[in-house]
T-cell receptor, first 115, second 113 residues
Framework: DTEVTQTPKHLVMGMTNKKSLKCEQHMGHRAMYWYKQKAKKPPELMFVYSYEKLSINESVPSRFSPECPNSSLLNLHLHALQPEDSALYLC??????????????FGPGTRLTVL | DQQVKQNSPSLSVQEGRISILNCDYTNSMFDYFLWYKKYPAEGPTFLISISSIKDKNEDGRFTVFLNKSAKHLSLHIVPSQPGDSAVYFCAASGITSYDKVIFGPGTSLSVIP
């Protein structure tokens, strides 16, 4: 199983809502990532979890809150988002985050629209 | 400042011909390079990679060439097929702890039947 799954596929939320994005992988990978991708732009790294510990925080606004309940699951909690946060949110996993050579496998993404 | 550049935002190629996608990087600490392919409404899919100890890596119709002195790499697709139409991202990383993968802006390839 080389699949990373993400739910939901689409999400529309108001600026006062609280929602969560979910990501799951069963490849035994110990590193998981959240990326944000705006239209016609490359993916931008938001968070890295390595062995269930947050190892890189890219100074992402606190309205985005990652959570890694276990090595297979990664959540992104959303609260008080702004319309400019509308984007495709991609989850990825790799064998390890300690080596740059580890290929990242991406999920299909969640298309988020903030009204 | 973009560390990974793909100067052609789009490319059109006839089916059966060769597609050449180019990528330049500025950070000499990068020593591992990847190409990802992305269809609309899907996440990027890993295609092929190359480490700096090599100058060529081949996988079926896909070949990546690396010119370290020029800080340039290219992806060759031969022969191109309509199903290859997608956005191709060049990405780079270093082989030290916690180096993140830096993506280029992408090149949209259209293979015309």
């Amino acid at each position: 199983d080389t699949e990373v799954t993400q739910t939901p596929k689409h999400l529309v939320m108001g600026m006062t809502n609280k929602k969560s994005l979910k990501c799951e992988q069963h490849m035994g990978h110990r590193a998981m990532y959240w990326y944000k991708q705006k239209a016609k732009k490359p993916p931008e790294l938001m968070f890295v979890y390595s062995y269930e510990k947050l190892s890189i925080n890219e100074s992402v606004p606190s309205r985005f809150s990652p959570e890694c309940p276990n090595s297979s699951l990664l959540n992104l909690h959303l609260h008080a988002l702004q319309p400019e946060d509308s984007a495709l949110y991609l989850c990825a996993s790799s064998q390890d985050a300690g080596r740059g050579t580890d290929t990242q496998y991406f999920g299909p993404g969640t298309r988020l629209t903030v009204l | 400042d973009q560390q990974v550049k793909q100067n052609s935002p789009s490319l059109s190629v006839q089916e059966g011909r060769i597609s050449i996608l180019n990528c330049d990087y500025t950070n000499s600490m990068f020593d591992y390079f990847l190409w990802y392919k992305k269809y609309p409404a899907e996440g990027p899919t890993f295609l092929i990679s190359i480490s700096s100890i090599k100058d060529k890596n081949e996988d079926g119709r896909f070949t990546v060439f690396l010119n370290k002195s020029a800080k340039h790499l290219s992806l060759h697709i031969v022969p191109s097929q309509p199903g290859d139409s997608a956005v191709y991202f060049c990405a780079a990383s270093g082989i030290t702890s916690y180096d993140k993968v830096i993506f280029g802006p992408g090149t949209s390839l259209s293979v015309i039947p």
